[in-house]
């Protein structure tokens, strides 16, 4: 494979196939050649509240009102994770530029139809 072959596969956008939260590995199939990537490495990033937009999450305590001992007043945990992406997510992927290099998750990507590279494809 010759340099500017190995210079276009760089950077990619491929959609998630499969994670492992424990390693923090997924792997992503690119559509531009329908081919799935081995384990792609995912960056450290900063905790995140998963699921903040579905599911708000709760740490002050919430007060019953029934006098029913199952509604006294309690809090719930906080769940706080490093971010991974999920299956079927769109990523963006960096390589190392040398032949069957590692190759990273740099982070998920929102609106793919604002990026003219890819509506073209």
């Known amino acids: 494979m010759d340099i500017e072959k190995i210079l276009k596969r760089l950077v990619r956008i491929g959609t998630v196939t499969v994670t492992d939260p424990v390693k923090r590995v997924a792997r992503v199939k690119f559509q531009d050649t329908g081919m799935t990537s081995g384990l792609l490495h995912v960056l450290a990033s900063r905790p995140y509240i998963p699921d903040y937009e579905t599911k708000p999450q709760r740490t002050e305590f919430e007060a ?3 006098g029913d001992a199952a509604y006294e007043r309690h809090k719930h945990n906080l769940e706080i994770k490093p971010w991974m992406p999920k299956v079927n997510a769109t990523v ?13 998750i740099l982070g998920e990507i929102g609106a793919l139809g604002k990026l003219k590279q890819w509506a073209d494809q």
Do not use: E, N, V
Request: net charge negative.
């Open 92 to 104: 963006l992927t960096l390589y190392l530029p040398i032949l069957d290099a590692d190759g990273f």
């Open 64 to 66: 019953g009102g029934s």
